[in-house]
């Protein structure tokens, strides 16, 4: 049975995953056949397959709350509101995270969205592809203004077209599934409003606008599926409750902080769950 961790994305909102993700590596438990992430989830997943502790917390607290990252003014004047093409290398280069594949604990697949056909695509990280996945996948649609061209193709933020990428782990074979969420249980995407605006933001490209229309009635069904999985697939969910208070663009470390001390309370949950079932699984094979 493969086992499979899943990471939503939701830029700040990540330091929830950061959270859980530390404690994990604090015990070891890197108890999966394959990881897979959009965005923010696929950088916090760069830096646990890794097995490098810590880095997430930094990457979110320390660097992303910086003007080099978030600058309304910048993207007021024409540039980017939220640059993670200086996020990424900064940090790589910084913190010497290595590439997927030199140090990882299992395969590492990123989402990104591509911008013609409007479709998730899955790929394997490695030392040749890592940093361009890495950006394109967190290149939010308007706040980042660059497409990604890998290939000759343009892709953009992963979660535009799979946010939770679970029912992809399944597809990959995965029937046994942990999914680490950045929404507190309940949450539901609402409808897009300004439809309008969509349609003059991406009115020339108009797979991806169908997309863009669609995110949350495919956020809701992901959520659904993960209410009410297949027969043959269990699926875990560790997610904040109603307190988190961290958003999309957060910047309060204050905020950041308690929302990966959360992260690291729900994982402490969720493992002594796993010890208690490992026992009771002993104790009735004995």
């Known amino acids: 049975m493969k086992r499979a961790l899943v990471v939503e994305g939701g830029a700040m909102r990540g330091v929830f995953a950061a959270g859980v993700l530390d404690k994990f590596m604090e015990h070891d438990y890197h108890s999966f056949d394959f990881a897979i992430g959009v965005s923010a989830g696929a950088t916090n997943l760069s830096t646990y397959v890794s097995k490098m502790h810590g880095l997430s917390k930094t990457i979110i607290t320390q660097y992303a709350t910086k003007r080099e990252f978030f600058s309304p003014l910048r993207f007021i004047k024409g540039g980017h509101m939220t640059d993670v093409h200086w996020l990424w290398h900064h940090s790589k280069q ?73 029912i992809q782990a399944y597809k990959m074979g995965a029937k046994d599934i942990t999914v680490i969420l950045s929404q507190p249980l309940g949450f539901t995407k609402p409808e897009v409003k300004s439809v309008w605006l969509m349609q003059k933001m991406y009115g020339n490209q108009p797979a991806l606008l169908d997309k863009m229309l669609q995110r949350a009635a495919i956020y809701n069904e992901t959520l659904a599926f993960l209410n009410n999985p297949p027969d043959d697939c269990t699926i875990r969910v560790i997610a904040p409750d109603e307190a988190f208070c961290v958003k999309r663009l957060t910047m309060d470390k204050k905020k950041l902080l308690r929302g990966y001390g959360q992260g690291r309370r729900m994982a402490r949950r969720y493992l002594k769950h796993c010890y208690e079932n490992s026992v009771e699984r002993q104790r009735k094979s004995a």
């Open 94 to 166: 910084s913190m010497n995270i290595p590439a997927p594949g030199e140090k990882s604990s299992m395969p590492l697949y990123v989402g990104i969205t591509n911008a013609e056909s409007g479709e998730c695509e899955y790929i394997q990280a490695t030392k040749d592809n890592v940093d361009d996945l890495m950006v394109a996948s967190c290149a939010l649609p308007t706040a980042y203004r660059d497409e990604i061209s890998i290939n000759g193709t343009r892709y953009l933020d992963g979660g535009v077209a799979d946010a939770i990428p679970a």
